[in-house]
């Protein structure tokens, strides 16, 4: 039970079309297994409901809210949910992103309106996100902010608009955790790596017309831990971990959950 007693808010609870498991679900039952109530956020309700039933299903505690990470109105709405159920925030955890659904592309290929699109889900919603989070924390005295950046942010990716707006994440994470650090607010990063997920292999399946077994084997043999891709779950027990008490004096970090990719230096 190490989130026993706590309030967490995950952003991205729902998930896309596809096989297995999304990061953003498996941490929401992750969470709740070790004891923390779940508002479990998506733009789209029944798939966020989906995630929420499998919380209560398992005895745990949860609900259900819909949200457009790209209205601040409704990144104001979700914190103030929480704070009306159950009276404080205690995590925020930002499990949004999107690249070639999105419609990414290179650098002589990007639109104005799909670097928009693709910028405001995945930075600006963050940034409204914490803009609402954060009078609650700092009046607690307490509160744990984490964002799912990517070890795009690091590595040679060919589209542009997903690669900036992962990097930034890390930089405007940092500046939450020094600038709130005095407040006991922490901020951490995580950045995973080739992952067995519906929005990594079977949107890049639909995408470039290629069967899912195909692109997953691409995928993994570039991994060089076990030349295997890794787990919704590899990312929300690091999650857990960052949001838990045992990381209680970690701030302004990120953290690979890669299988090595970001050490293969050639």
């Known amino acids: 039970m190490r989130l026993a007693n706590k309030i967490a808010i995950i952003v991205g609870a729902g998930q896309g079309p596809g096989e297995g498991m999304g ?32 919380i209560i299903a398992a005895g745990g505690i949860a609900a259900a809210f819909a949200a457009d990470v790209t209205r601040e109105a409704d990144m104001a709405a979700m914190i103030a ?7 404080r925030v205690d ?5 949004v992103g999107v690249s070639i659904a999105g419609g990414d592309a290179s650098p002589t290929e990007i639109t104005e309106e799909a670097f928009d699109r693709i910028h405001a889900i995945n930075m600006r919603g963050l940034v409204m996100a914490v ?46 955790a020094i600038q709130n650090a005095r407040f006991g607010v922490r901020a951490n990063v995580i950045l995973p790596g080739l992952m067995d997920t519906p929005m990594a292999v ?41 949001a838990s008490d045992e990381a209680n004096f970690i701030t302004g970090v990120y953290l690979p959950v890669d299988g090595g990719a970001l050490v293969n230096v050639v």
């Open 91 to 95: 995590v925020l955890h930002y499990n």
């Open 23 to 54: 990061n953003g679900r498996a941490t929401a039952l992750r969470f709740a297994q070790e004891g923390a109530t779940v508002l479990s956020v998506d733009r789209d309700l029944a798939s966020a409901e989906e995630t929420a039933n499998l």
């Open 81 to 87: 949910e929480a704070v009306r159920r159950w009276g």
């Open 202 to 242: 079977d949107t890049r399946a639909r995408t470039s017309n290629r069967s899912r077994a195909e692109v997953a084997a691409e995928r993994d043999a570039k991994v060089p831990l076990r030349a295997k891709m890794g787990t919704a779950w590899d990312v929300a027990n690091a999650a857990l971990f960052l």
């Open 131 to 176: 803009k609402h989070a954060l009078p609650v924390m700092r009046e607690q005295g307490a509160g744990c902010i984490l964002a799912i950046s990517s070890a795009a942010a690091k590595h040679n990716y060919p589209f542009v608009a997903y690669k900036a707006t992962k990097a930034a994440m890390i930089a405007y994470m940092q500046q939450i």
